[in-house]
């Protein structure tokens, strides 16, 4: 079992920025990909970025040069910047992990979601 506790979520002008964090209660050694997902009403979940155990990432079209994923092995604890912030980054963002080795699918350990809300 992963414990996934998200953090960082926000209201925030066109623009601007939020970084969202990811507590995970297993230790990275145990998880083959962290991922940063969203959904917007109406839309289906997508993946936004994500980072594999040794370090590779992988961006959605539509935040590649805004957007940031990273992580910190001794915080178990993974991180989305999102700079240039737009009125379509607006959803639910959910923090993933894979702990079976499925590439770049959903794992089966989702966070309770955190609010992201980007106002012009």
């Known amino acids: 079992q992963v414990q996934l506790v998200e953090s960082g979520g926000g209201s925030v002008q066109a623009g601007g920025s939020l970084r969202l964090s990811c507590a995970a209660s297993?230790?990275?050694?145990?998880?083959?990909?962290m991922a940063w997902y969203r959904q917007a009403p109406g839309k289906q979940r997508e993946l936004v970025a994500g980072i594999t155990s040794g370090g590779v990432t992988n961006y959605a079209d539509s935040v590649k040069g805004r957007f940031t994923i990273s992580k910190d092995g001794a915080k178990n604890t993974v991180y989305l910047q999102m700079n240039s912030l737009k009125a379509e980054d607006t959803a639910i963002y959910y923090c993933n992990a894979d702990v079976r080795g499925r590439g770049w699918r959903p794992g089966d350990y989702w966070g309770q979601g955190t609010q992201v809300t980007v106002f012009s």
């Open positions: 297993a230790t990275f050694f145990s998880i083959y990909v």
